[in-house]
């Protein structure tokens, strides 16, 4: 940056990058939405309205996290609702054969099921891997066809109606089970983003990730294995995927073909609006999560504004947008720095 | 050589591989329907193929489609039902305002992402949802009945020459857009923005108004498909967009239309939406499942675009 002796910035200026800072304008953002909603809405203010916040909130956060890894390092993962969707069903319908097989051991047919759910995420991740690193595909078109591919798979499986049959320790347990309040799937949430946020910075996997979608050439030229860390990214966010089914599968009850079709959109938005850059490179995992609660708490105070729910499609649509725009032009703030 | 061969190879053999299945689809009903399916396809293929030239998307396709009908639609049900003016204006506002809302989604879709150099995947993506609102909204969930029906006799039933409507409407689209991309120098310089965007900048051209342009261009071009979609079914459809926006990439790609910019025709996308219509009908024909055939889109995009790729590097290379 070279920086011109004669030239300061001026009192906004200053006042923006204070303000804004490293973390952007998100915080800032959700800080002033939950304050006018509590003044607003009194409903808005209670403890069993943030609990749903925070447990909606939780599934989004670990997909937001997963499709921030994909990001990261250039690409686009348009699969997630589909490999969620197809890691519901194949879950239940295992556990539901092995716990007919074998009605004397549910957690052997619960295990078995969350192998074959995080199977599925798995197999799903390293096809997109694949083409993304090996062939260089587009990661859009690809991610596309296999939503495609996998949703169909999963609707086939179904034929669109729910599956029932899922144990009941499986549901009591890691569904509907809460721990000082919250539910379980908050508390994994917490823990991947919190290993996430320290695995990125400090741990050297975590480096490289960074630097393979900053600069692929670099790295590759620094001796790093890209097309690995590809192929590990759209892994992980499928995975990640995987998991989030697997705990809205247990919350539910039943396996569901068409869980998560909102899912994958929410999840770019939730990244984007947190600053998450689609050239790659750059990407806050705590502060994707706080992008996930930025659209809960949307969505959760346009439901108690009685705001039909086609018409929080257009406000939410308005906000990707805006919160994108506005990075723009904070890039070009800074540029000027 | 190969490459131009390759589509119109595939789109025979698969025609005469069905036909060994099920002949029906030979029949000359069957070719006509098939055509007339192609069409509706090939004007949002085209749409699609007019952005994707620039290295951009328009993710906004599915959804406007939706809300061109509904808007279409009530405002042709109001008038005609308002007034005791002939019914002929209430169409006619009908498909102004139609047009008028196409070009308001692409105007926001260019402006905004050329204007403030935004990936116009998040853009459009934003527009999506816009739109989706939009039209849920403004029908009430439900589609608006009562459209005059002198819409649906023009625009689908009419005939000159014995030809249906749609194909004429679609083909003078298409042909237009062609025109314009292969024969002007507006249309040209799309190609170079999208191919080297530095270079066209560089050289003169202005790259946000043309960028502008394009998008503009591509939604009026899909309210028009959407307009000919309503007057199928006689009715305002908030569902209408429903998979075309998948369905207009993969007919792009699979035509030959490239993801990176810089490359693609109409011919390109008639042909990529040929070869998904005929794909659907001999799947429909064949009794196989919707979820199969979900299943097959799929796989097909996901071959089209490896063959975009080893394409491209053969481009470069030669």
Redesign the interface.
């Given at each position: 940056m070279i920086r011109n002796s004669t030239w300061a910035p001026s009192r906004p200026e200053r006042a923006f990058r204070i303000g804004v800072g490293e973390a952007g304008l998100l915080p800032i953002m959700v800080s002033l939405l939950i304050a006018v909603l509590v003044i607003f809405e009194p409903r808005f203010a209670t403890v069993q309205n943030a609990i749903n916040i925070l447990r909606n909130a939780s599934f989004l956060m670990i997909v937001a996290v997963g499709q921030m890894l994909v990001m990261i390092v250039g690409g686009l993962d348009m699969s997630i609702g589909a490999t969620m969707a197809l890691t519901s069903v194949a879950s239940v319908l295992v556990m539901t054969a092995v716990a007919g097989a074998l009605p004397d051991a549910p957690n052997l047919a619960i295990l078995t099921g969350i192998a074959a759910g995080l199977g599925c995420g798995l197999a799903v991740g390293v096809i997109n891997g694949l083409c993304v690193a090996l062939m260089r595909v587009p990661p859009f078109m690809v991610t596309l066809g296999m939503a495609s591919v996998v949703g169909g798979v999963a609707l086939m499986l179904t034929s669109g109606v729910p599956v029932y049959g899922l144990p009941q320790p499986f549901i009591d347990e890691v569904g509907r089970a809460l721990w000082l309040g919250l539910p379980t799937a908050f508390y994994v949430a917490l823990a991947i983003v919190v290993g996430l946020a320290l695995g990125l910075r400090f741990t050297r996997p975590g480096v490289r990730t960074l630097a393979v979608g900053g600069n692929r050439q670099a790295a590759a030229v620094s001796g790093v294995p890209t097309g690995v860390y590809l192929l590990g990214a759209y892994v992980a966010c499928s995975l990640l995927a995987a998991v989030a089914s697997l705990l809205l599968t247990a919350q539910i009850g039943s396996g569901q073909g068409a869980i998560g079709d909102q899912l994958t959109l929410e999840s770019i938005a939730a990244a984007v609006i947190a600053g998450v850059s689609l050239r790659g490179g750059a990407g806050r995992p705590e502060l994707v999560a706080l992008g996930a609660i930025f659209l809960l708490v949307l969505t959760n105070a346009m439901d108690l504004m009685q705001v039909d729910s086609k018409i929080q499609s257009i406000w939410l649509g308005a906000f990707v947008v805006l919160a994108v725009v506005l990075e723009a032009l904070g890039r070009g703030v800074s540029r000027r720095g | 050589m190969i490459s131009t061969l390759l589509v119109p190879a595939l789109i025979v053999v698969m025609l005469l591989g069905f036909s060994l299945y099920v002949p029906r689809i030979l029949f000359p009903r069957n070719l006509m329907n098939l055509i007339v399916q192609t069409s509706y396809l090939a004007v949002f293929a085209t749409a699609q193929t007019l952005v994707l030239v620039t290295r951009g998307?328009d993710l906004s396709l599915g959804a406007s489609v939706s809300m061109v009908s509904v808007i279409a639609a009530l405002v042709m049900v109001t008038v005609a039902g308002g007034v005791g003016e002939p019914v002929v204006y209430a169409v006619v506002l009908g498909v102004i305002a139609a047009l008028a809302a196409g070009a308001l989604v692409g105007l926001f879709n260019g402006a905004?992402s050329a204007g403030?150099?935004?990936?116009p995947?998040?853009?459009t993506?934003?527009?999506?949802?816009?739109c989706?609102?939009?039209a849920?909204?403004i029908s009430g969930?439900r589609p608006v009945f009562n459209v005059p029906t002198v819409f649906s006799s023009v625009f689908y039933d009419g005939r000159v020459l014995n030809i249906p409507a749609p194909i004429l409407i679609a083909g003078g689209a298409c042909l237009g857009a062609h025109l314009l991309l292969d024969r002007t120098v507006l249309g040209r310089s799309l190609y170079l923005i999208g191919g080297n965007p530095r270079a066209a900048a560089v050289a003169g051209i202005p790259v946000k108004r043309r960028l502008v342009f394009a998008y503009v261009l591509a939604s009026t071009l899909s309210a028009l498909g959407s307009l000919l979609l309503t007057a199928r079914t006689g009715s305002g459809e908030p569902a209408l967009g429903g998979n075309l926006l998948?369905q207009s990439?993969a007919a792009a790609?699979i035509g030959g239309v490239s993801?990176?910019g810089g490359v693609g025709t109409v011919r390109h996308a008639i042909l990529g939406a040929l070869f998904i219509t005929i794909l659907s009908n001999g799947m429909n024909l064949s009794r196989v499942?919707g979820?199969?055939?979900?299943?097959a889109?799929?796989?097909?995009?996901?071959i089209a675009?490896?063959l975009?790729?080893l394409l491209s590097r053969q481009r470069r290379a030669g």
């Amino acid at each position: 940056m070279i920086r011109n002796s004669t030239w300061a910035p001026s009192r906004p200026e200053r006042a923006f990058r204070i303000g804004v800072g490293e973390a952007g304008l998100l915080p800032i953002m959700v800080s002033l939405l939950i304050a006018v909603l509590v003044i607003f809405e009194p409903r808005f203010a209670t403890v069993q309205n943030a609990i749903n916040i925070l447990r909606n909130a939780s599934f989004l956060m670990i997909v937001a996290v997963g499709q921030m890894l994909v990001m990261i390092v250039g690409g686009l993962d348009m699969s997630i609702g589909a490999t969620m969707a197809l890691t519901s069903v194949a879950s239940v319908l295992v556990m539901t054969a092995v716990a007919g097989a074998l009605p004397d051991a549910p957690n052997l047919a619960i295990l078995t099921g969350i192998a074959a759910g995080l199977g599925c995420g798995l197999a799903v991740g390293v096809i997109n891997g694949l083409c993304v690193a090996l062939m260089r595909v587009p990661p859009f078109m690809v991610t596309l066809g296999m939503a495609s591919v996998v949703g169909g798979v999963a609707l086939m499986l179904t034929s669109g109606v729910p599956v029932y049959g899922l144990p009941q320790p499986f549901i009591d347990e890691v569904g509907r089970a809460l721990w000082l309040g919250l539910p379980t799937a908050f508390y994994v949430a917490l823990a991947i983003v919190v290993g996430l946020a320290l695995g990125l910075r400090f741990t050297r996997p975590g480096v490289r990730t960074l630097a393979v979608g900053g600069n692929r050439q670099a790295a590759a030229v620094s001796g790093v294995p890209t097309g690995v860390y590809l192929l590990g990214a759209y892994v992980a966010c499928s995975l990640l995927a995987a998991v989030a089914s697997l705990l809205l599968t247990a919350q539910i009850g039943s396996g569901q073909g068409a869980i998560g079709d909102q899912l994958t959109l929410e999840s770019i938005a939730a990244a984007v609006i947190a600053g998450v850059s689609l050239r790659g490179g750059a990407g806050r995992p705590e502060l994707v999560a706080l992008g996930a609660i930025f659209l809960l708490v949307l969505t959760n105070a346009m439901d108690l504004m009685q705001v039909d729910s086609k018409i929080q499609s257009i406000w939410l649509g308005a906000f990707v947008v805006l919160a994108v725009v506005l990075e723009a032009l904070g890039r070009g703030v800074s540029r000027r720095g | 050589m190969i490459s131009t061969l390759l589509v119109p190879a595939l789109i025979v053999v698969m025609l005469l591989g069905f036909s060994l299945y099920v002949p029906r689809i030979l029949f000359p009903r069957n070719l006509m329907n098939l055509i007339v399916q192609t069409s509706y396809l090939a004007v949002f293929a085209t749409a699609q193929t007019l952005v994707l030239v620039t290295r951009g998307f328009d993710l906004s396709l599915g959804a406007s489609v939706s809300m061109v009908s509904v808007i279409a639609a009530l405002v042709m049900v109001t008038v005609a039902g308002g007034v005791g003016e002939p019914v002929v204006y209430a169409v006619v506002l009908g498909v102004i305002a139609a047009l008028a809302a196409g070009a308001l989604v692409g105007l926001f879709n260019g402006a905004v992402s050329a204007g403030f150099a935004v990936n116009p995947f998040i853009i459009t993506l934003g527009s999506l949802n816009i739109c989706y609102g939009i039209a849920s909204t403004i029908s009430g969930g439900r589609p608006v009945f009562n459209v005059p029906t002198v819409f649906s006799s023009v625009f689908y039933d009419g005939r000159v020459l014995n030809i249906p409507a749609p194909i004429l409407i679609a083909g003078g689209a298409c042909l237009g857009a062609h025109l314009l991309l292969d024969r002007t120098v507006l249309g040209r310089s799309l190609y170079l923005i999208g191919g080297n965007p530095r270079a066209a900048a560089v050289a003169g051209i202005p790259v946000k108004r043309r960028l502008v342009f394009a998008y503009v261009l591509a939604s009026t071009l899909s309210a028009l498909g959407s307009l000919l979609l309503t007057a199928r079914t006689g009715s305002g459809e908030p569902a209408l967009g429903g998979n075309l926006l998948l369905q207009s990439i993969a007919a792009a790609v699979i035509g030959g239309v490239s993801l990176r910019g810089g490359v693609g025709t109409v011919r390109h996308a008639i042909l990529g939406a040929l070869f998904i219509t005929i794909l659907s009908n001999g799947m429909n024909l064949s009794r196989v499942g919707g979820y199969v055939q979900e299943i097959a889109l799929g796989v097909c995009v996901v071959i089209a675009v490896f063959l975009d790729v080893l394409l491209s590097r053969q481009r470069r290379a030669g």
